[in-house]
């Protein structure tokens, strides 16, 4: 079946921009990661989402970053008055249920911030 | 925390040879331990999983690692490398009243040579 998509793969923005990054996940994982990728890095969590609810944020940098997931599928993040600093690769994953479940990536989406 | 410490930034083999990457830890407790792949353009594929029982895991694409308590290690290992084999590895431990936040090495880069 179908693996974990993300979109745009490429995002180019200015400095102080507002961006948002899509995420789709399995059919049927109700678990959804976000994570960020800087060069030369092992991907970092940003946020755990169960169902539509944001079960653990606390890899969020700072307020500027947001994500929802209002219906238990598709996710969003979003970022806002982007800075130079957050230029990187926003890996998506999901898993089925338990929180011991493998969790599968997307392909990510390289955000580049001039 | 937990960390996870991959100390060979890049490896070049010669096909056919073997392989091993190194992957240690830091987490009082047993965690769980994992072993993803990323290739160019692809998002990260997980080998192969250690959560409790026999601690020589096998994994896909002929891969195996051995988790060594001891040595706070779970190193990669294949018999015969294959030119496809080049890409990206992480090694990623799960732990610390978390069963989902995966914390990533900084990763090993293996070129292979024909």
């Known amino acids: 079946g179908a693996g974990v998509s993300q979109t745009p793969s490429n995002k180019v923005t200015e400095k102080g921009k507002y961006v948002e990054l899509r995420c789709d996940p399995i059919s049927g994982h109700t678990a959804l990661y976000w994570y960020r990728q800087s060069l030369g890095q092992g991907p970092e969590f940003l946020i755990y989402f169960q169902g539509t609810g944001a079960a653990d944020d606390s890899g969020l940098p700072n307020d500027r970053f947001f994500a929802v997931r209002p219906e238990g599928s598709v996710s969003t993040l979003k970022i806002q008055r982007t800075e130079r600093g957050d230029s990187a690769v926003y890996l998506c994953?999901?898993?089925?249920?338990?929180?011991?479940?493998?969790?599968?990536f997307g392909p990510g989406t390289r955000l580049t911030v001039l | 925390a937990q960390s996870v410490t991959q100390p060979d930034i890049h490896i070049t083999v010669s096909e056919g040879a073997s392989l091993e990457l190194r992957c240690n830890y830091s987490?009082?407790?047993?965690?769980?331990l994992f072993w993803y792949v990323q290739s160019p353009g692809q998002g990260l594929q997980l080998l192969l999983k250690?959560?409790?029982?026999?601690?020589l895991v096998q994994g896909i694409k002929g891969f195996e690692a051995e988790f060594k308590r001891s040595q706070s290690s779970f190193n990669l290992r294949k018999p015969s490398v294959h030119w496809s084999d080049a890409a990206e590895y992480f090694c990623a431990v799960v732990g610390g009243g978390s069963n989902y936040k995966l914390t990533f090495g900084k990763g090993t880069l293996l070129t292979v040579n024909p």
């Open positions: 987490y009082g407790a047993t965690p769980y």
């Open positions: 994953a999901s898993s089925l249920d338990s929180e011991t479940d493998t969790q599968y």
């Open positions: 250690y959560f409790s029982g026999d601690t």
